[in-house]
């Protein structure tokens, strides 16, 4: 069965720091994207940053390049976003996804497993 975790969410001001975890089960992990997507209110899922647990890589969205960070630990089968320099507008519910290799990672239609979310948010 496949599970993704995720963990940390909370509430912080402009200029905070948040950490957010997710910890994946089954075959969630190896071989594929973790990712980290996002839904503000009105808003569609984005992409934020994904790694590709095989080789490390890591890909980033425009909008949070230089601010956040994705990591990834194979022996723990877990995932991190350490968001720095938050702003009001990173305001959303956070989804940790899971998707196979071989097309565009922050296509959130290509997913195959997600997480429950958790929220963040940022005051002004």
Excluded at 24 to 36: H, K, P, R
Excluded at 70 to 76: C, E, H, N, Q, T
Excluded at 82 to 94: F, H, I
Aim: with cysteine; aromatic share 12%.
């Amino acid at each position: 069965q496949v599970r993704l975790v995720e963990s940390g969410g909370g509430s912080v001001q402009a200029g905070g720091s948040l950490r957010l975890s997710c910890a994946a089960s089954g075959s969630a992990y190896f071989n594929s994207y973790m990712a980290w997507f996002r839904q503000a209110p009105g808003k569609e899922r984005e992409g934020v940053a994904a790694v590709y647990t095989r080789s490390g890589s890591t890909f980033y969205a425009d909008s949070v390049k230089g601010r956040f960070t994705i990591s990834a630990d194979g022996r723990k089968n877990t995932v991190w976003l350490q968001m720095n320099s938050l702003k009001p507008e990173d305001t959303a519910m956070y989804y940790c996804a899971s998707t196979a290799p071989g097309g565009p990672w922050y296509l959130s239609a290509r997913v195959n497993h997600w997480g429950q979310g958790t929220q963040v948010t940022v005051s002004s």
